[in-house]
């Protein structure tokens, strides 16, 4: 008999025929979101789930589902899965590391470069019709070649985000939960900081390492009064590392320049006060949101789950 499994969100129709190689699927291609309790009667019969970043597989849920075998995460943070939880439970956890690094960058950069050169602000200036001609101090935003640029968080991402910088000449410090090896050091030309060092020296902070408890709040009010005030701040790793409402006040008292933020507080609603600031460039979670990208991760979290349930290794096992 085939495993049963719940796909939680949309996903790509030759994801689900893959799966249906080996499981029983019940998909969701209509992509409402599930309540806590709507999820939890779809898994009670279930032995996996294919679940999103947005799907909360906590403690309680997983009482729920006596037959859960595997949850396999289309993502690669799994901040919302109780990890500890489904190991005491002998619940298998994937994840899709990898796959979505290099994509994650280019979105990072991409919210430098528009923050620095303000180019929401000019976009919105032309579609009003406001502009009337070229003049010498129009819109002045600032370089990014050449710039110190300081990465909070070398894993594979922080890499690829370092890599990027290598084309625009800049100085990259990083600061990590441990320090790299030397040889990645200088592959990626980058020079270690401590905190505060990071916070005082960098022209553009870029966040990229995972959400935890350890992390929550990590940039807060006193770690931006720490930063230039003509620091930009780039949020592209996860909600709740920054203190929003200190950002608002921040970007709004001139404590630091601007901010491009893909990941909010309590996502999707979001602190109204940004909407308020011409200062900040704000888009929707989209850091791996490329169609290849999104097809990687998906049968990424696929094969994850088929491994998991035919017992085999998975891949990507967070908790093994």
């Known amino acids: 008999m085939k495993p049963k499994i719940i796909i939680t969100r949309e996903v790509f129709d030759d994801v689900i025929d893959y799966l249906k190689q080996y499981c029983e699927v019940d998909d969701n291609q209509a992509d409402a979101p599930y309540t806590a309790d709507a999820l939890a009667a779809k898994l009670a019969d279930r032995d996996g789930v294919m679940c999103a970043l947005t799907d909360r597989i906590d403690a309680a849920l997983i009482a729920r589902c006596p037959q859960l075998k595997a949850v396999a995460n289309i993502a690669v943070g799994y901040n919302n899965i109780d990890v500890p939880a489904c190991s005491a439970r002998g619940i298998k956890v994937t994840n899709t590391p990898g796959v979505l690094d290099d994509s994650t960058a280019d979105l990072a950069f991409a919210l430098m470069l528009s923050t620095a050169r303000r180019i929401t602000e000019v976009e919105s200036y032309i579609r009003n019709s406001e502009w ?189």
């Not at 930063?227 to 709740?240: D, E, H, Y």
């Not at 600031?277 to 994850?304: D, F, Q, W, Y």
Request: charged share 20%; aromatic share 6%.
């Open 132 to 320: 009337t001609g070229w003049r010498l101090k129009q819109w002045l935003g600032v370089d990014v070649h050449h710039a110190t640029l300081g990465i909070i968080g070398m894993g594979r991402i922080g890499q690829a985000i370092a890599r990027r910088a290598r084309g625009f000449d800049m100085k990259v410090i990083y600061h990590n939960r441990k320090r790299v090896a030397p040889e990645i050091e200088q592959r990626v030309n980058a020079s270690y900081a401590s905190m505060d060092d990071l916070l005082a020296q960098a022209d553009f902070i870029i966040l990229q390492m995972p959400y935890s408890p350890e992390t929550h709040h990590l940039i807060d009010a006193k770690a931006l009064a720490k930063m230039k005030p003509t620091a930009i701040l780039i949020n592209s790793t996860r909600g709740g590392v920054v203190d929003d409402k200190a950002l608002v006040a921040a970007l709004k008292n001139g404590v630091i320049r601007a901010a491009g933020l893909d990941v909010f507080e309590g996502e999707p609603k979001l602190d109204p006060g940004f909407l308020e600031l011409k200062n900040v460039v704000l888009v929707p979670h989209i850091g791996s949101s490329t169609e290849a990208t999104r097809r990687a991760m998906a049968m990424t979290a696929a094969k994850n789950l088929v491994a998991a349930l035919t017992g085999q290794k998975p891949p990507n096992w967070v908790n093994p």
